[in-house]
Nanobody, 124 residues
Framework: QVRLVESGGGLVQAGGSLRLSCVWS????????MGWFRQPPRKEREFVSA????????YYADSVKGRFTISRDSAKNTVYLQMNSMKHEDTAVYYC?????????????????WGQGTQVTVSS
């Protein structure tokens, strides 16, 4: 019913930039919470950033604050993650997630819908 598809991952040099996109499709709800998570090799999935679809509230993990920016385009049903000043530690599979509520959600258990992930690799 609800589908999330990430894109924009790839290989980037340390200090470089990438922009990830997540396109939502399927059943329409009046409210959505959206977020980005990542899972480094051999580690647990961790929170990166979140945004309220209808509104301007955003939130970031300490590890990416000041370097990453989350945004959304309602007309395109798309949420973005702009990643600047990238580090080797940012290497991970990045996932977008959603739930049909209005709020900032920061844990995996709070989300209902997940994308399949996109690989981001930072060379060092």
């Amino acid at each position: 019913q609800v589908r999330l598809v990430e894109s924009g991952g790839g290989l980037v040099q340390a200090g470089g930039s990438l922009r990830l996109s997540c396109v939502w499709s399927g059943r329409t709800f009046s409210r959505y919470a959206m977020g980005w998570f990542r899972q480094p090799p051999r580690k647990e999935r961790e929170f990166v950033s979140a945004i309220i679809w209808s509104g301007s509230s955003t939130y970031y993990a300490d590890s990416v604050k000041g370097r990453f920016t989350i945004s959304r385009d309602s007309a395109k049903n798309t949420v973005y993650l702009q990643m600047n000043s990238m580090k080797h530690e940012d290497t991970a599979v990045y996932y977008c997630a959603s739930k049909n509520v209005r709020g900032i959600l920061t844990t995996t258990a709070e989300y209902n819908y997940w994308g399949q992930g996109t690989q981001v690799t930072v060379s060092s």
